[in-house]
Antibody, heavy 119, light 107 residues
Framework: QVQLVQSGPEVKKPGASVKVSCKAS????????LSWVRQAPGQGLEWMGWINAYNGNTNFAQKFQGRLTMTMDTSTSTHYMELGSLRYDDTAVYFC????????????WGQGTLVTVSS | DIQMTQSPSSLSASVGDRVTITCRAS??????LNWYQQKPGKAPRLLIY???DLQSGVPSRFSGSGSGTDFSLTISSLQPEDFATYHC?????????FGQGTKVEIK
């Protein structure tokens, strides 16, 4: 069965970077893209960006341009999301989610990783 | 960016009620509209994609409709496990934006 398993919670200081992993299993890794979505405490869902697992191309929301990186390791079927220059309002649960190729809906989700930005 | 507006932001309903949540896009998204259910502390779950297609394993009491800018999610007979927050999302153009969510609570 399809599974996305994310790395554990992180606490970071303002200005630092955080790297969250998302290990995929149960499907052909390079056949489908992956989105990262975050949710601040008590807030709605915010789409951050997407990576094409076939060729590594990425598409980011404008607000994250310049401090967001998405990479992948095909040898371990693992996706990575790195967010730099962290601010207090980056405190959120970060989800990875598999994206269907044509309609791009997110059909399988990781369990979420809490990133807390605190001095 | 395409703005997605859900209404209502919250609602109270009883088991067995018929519930409808609406989602409006700031421009036409044809039928690139998805619905997710989220329970506290959990990841979202895909319910409906392409505006009206039911995801595998989702009960048939859930249905979606609409095209262009106006969409709706209907739960035909609310069950205890349906009390949750519902999110719409457009995947017509990036950034793939979400609505603000609709919380369905027990009356």
């Amino acid at each position: 069965q399809v599974q996305l398993v994310q790395s554990g919670p992180e606490v970071k200081k303002p200005g630092a970077s955080v790297k969250v992993s998302c290990k995929a299993s149960g499907y052909t890794f390079r056949s489908l893209g992956l989105s990262w979505v975050r949710q601040a405490p008590g807030q709605g869902l915010e789409w951050m960006g997407w990576i094409n697992a076939y060729n590594g191309n990425t598409n980011f929301a404008q607000k994250f341009q310049g401090r967001l990186t998405m990479t992948m390791d095909t040898s371990t079927s693992t996706h990575y999301m790195e967010l730099g220059s962290l601010r207090y309002d980056d405190t959120a649960v970060y989800f990875c989610a598999r994206g269907e190729q044509l309609w791009a809906y997110l059909d399988y989700w990781g369990q979420g990783t809490l990133v807390t930005v605190s001095s | 960016d395409i703005q997605m507006t859900q209404s209502p932001s919250s609602l109270s309903a009883s088991v067995g009620d018929r519930v409808t949540i609406t989602c409006r896009a700031s421009q036409s998204i044809t039928n690139y509209l998805n619905w997710y259910q989220q329970k506290p502390g959990k990841a979202p779950r895909l319910l409906i994609y392409a505006a009206s297609d039911l995801q595998s394993g989702v009960p048939s009491r859930f249905s979606g409709s609409g095209s262009g800018t106006d969409f709706s999610l209907t739960i035909s007979s609310l069950q205890p496990e349906d009390f949750a927050t519902y999110h719409c999302q457009q995947t017509y153009s990036t950034p793939w934006t979400f609505g603000q969510g609709t919380k369905v609570e027990i009356k």
